[in-house]
């Protein structure tokens, strides 16, 4: 068969069966391990006879997918399981999934308006509403980014030609002297205001990395915790994130459009356009471009804000009920939790002892974080599916940990 361009029949067998299995095993992992289970040792030596040779029967292909399959079944911590109580990394959408699929089957090149008019015009309708949602005044704009990243570092540049238009031409020498960043040192919510406040009266460039936080523009009911948002220069959302999209996914919004044309701006012989009005290679720092948006669109426009602003109220829910029950088993909440994020420490034990043990039992998976130089756990609900029954199977599992590892100090 022709493995790389394989038509009708054979390319529709293997994506039923790819379906099909992925259909069964994803319903799998919500019931197995949250961290790996295989034998390393073992999954070494099967990755080390794959020698590229030659191509493979009709067969041995199908269980070459088979067999990555498994791998990723057993072999990676499932941050889409609902007891991942972890880093921003949520279960992603089943739209954002569906988008994927669709982008790969026409791959469409997105740096410029003119190969994918339709592609670009949906991603710019995506980023016009979600700065509409933020409430930066008309005329913003942005584009999509592989991640947080991207954009907080699109926002640095942006910022640094805006006071020192030379820096486009001549780089940092540009500058008569260092340029200085501010940076809060713990990112509390309250900050916002007083930043936003303290930017404007000093004329600085006042960017907000809302990566995670952002979610919250999507519920009317908790989007005044991001108070100052809109007065914002620039924005980071990730989409990846509490939007829930597969991953590779941010946007940067600002309102200065015309300094992402200056920042960016490129002209060639070869491209078939060069418009800072329309073709996203001139005004970001992506050339060819995947159709990104995609995946924030179909799950938008599927669910509505409504939709959003329910995953997000869920998970502050889901936070609210860990701390009420920690608390009631004499826990230490170190932390308020206005984005979903909680901190804590075990009323005797170490914290470091109780994570590795919580994590190795499979059931749950929590982190060790650091604040005011202390070590805490960290619990993050990231999961749009995670139930108040996971809530106490997390508890449950803690306070086992904390009983077992009390003597180990
Ligand atoms: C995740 C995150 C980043 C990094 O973003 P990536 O998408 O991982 O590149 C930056 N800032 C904050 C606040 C984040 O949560």
């Known amino acids: 068969m022709n493995h790389l361009f394989p038509d009708g029949d054979e390319r529709v067998s293997i994506d ?26 073992k999954f070494r030596d099967e990755l080390a006879a794959f020698d590229f040779a030659g191509p493979m029967s009709f067969r041995e292909y199908n269980e070459l997918i088979r067999w990555t399959i498994r791998q990723m079944e057993h072999g990676i911590v499932h941050i889409t399981h609902p007891r991942y109580f972890g880093l921003f990394n949520p279960k992603p959408t089943f739209p954002a999934e569906i988008a994927d699929r669709i982008t790969a089957a026409f791959n469409p090149q997105l740096a410029t308006w003119t190969t994918s008019p339709a592609a670009v015009e949906i991603e710019s309708h995506v980023i016009r509403a979600v700065s509409a949602r933020i409430g930066l005044p008309p005329g913003s704009t942005g584009h999509f980014t592989a991640g947080g990243s991207e954009a907080n570092f699109t926002a640095v540049l942006l910022a640094l030609i805006k006071f020192c238009p030379r820096f486009v031409e001549e780089g940092a020498r540009a500058f008569p002297g260092q340029p200085v960043f501010y940076v809060s040192k713990e990112s509390h919510l309250a900050w916002l205001k007083i930043a936003q406040q303290i930017a404007y009266n000093f004329g600085l460039w006042y960017h907000v990395d809302a990566a995670w936080g952002g979610g919250l523009i999507a519920s009317d009911t908790l989007r005044h915790r991001l108070v100052g948002l809109e007065r914002a220069d620039s924005v980071t959302i990730d989409a990846h994130k509490w939007f829930a999209t597969t991953m590779g996914c941010g946007m940067f919004v600002t309102q200065h459009s015309e300094l992402l044309a200056t920042s960016f701006y490129v002209l060639t012989g070869y491209m078939p356009s060069h418009e800072v009005s329309v073709d996203p290679y001139v005004t970001s720092i992506q050339w ?56 804590f420490i075990p009323p005797s034990g170490s914290v470091r002892q109780i994570v590795k043990q919580v994590v190795t039992s499979g059931t749950a998976w929590v982190s060790v ?15 749009g599916t995670t139930t108040a029954e996971d809530i106490s199977e997390l508890v449950n599992t803690l306070m086992r940990a904390e009983q077992t590892t009390h003597g180990d100090q």
């Open 369 to 383: 974080a650091v604040t005011e130089g202390r070590e805490v756990i960290r619990a993050c609900v990231t999961c």
């Open 288 to 343: 060819s471009r995947r159709f990104l948006g995609l995946r924030l669109f179909l799950s938008l426009a599927a669910t509505g804000w409504e939709g959003y602003a329910g995953h997000v109220e869920h998970a502050l829910t889901m936070i609210g009920l860990l701390e009420k029950q920690l608390i009631e088993h004499g826990w230490i909440i170190v932390n308020e939790s206005p984005v979903g994020v909680l901190c």
């Open 16 to 41: 039923n069966m790819v379906t099909l299995l992925l259909a069964q095993i994803t319903r799998h992992v919500d019931y197995g391990s949250v961290v790996p289970t295989f034998n390393l040792a």
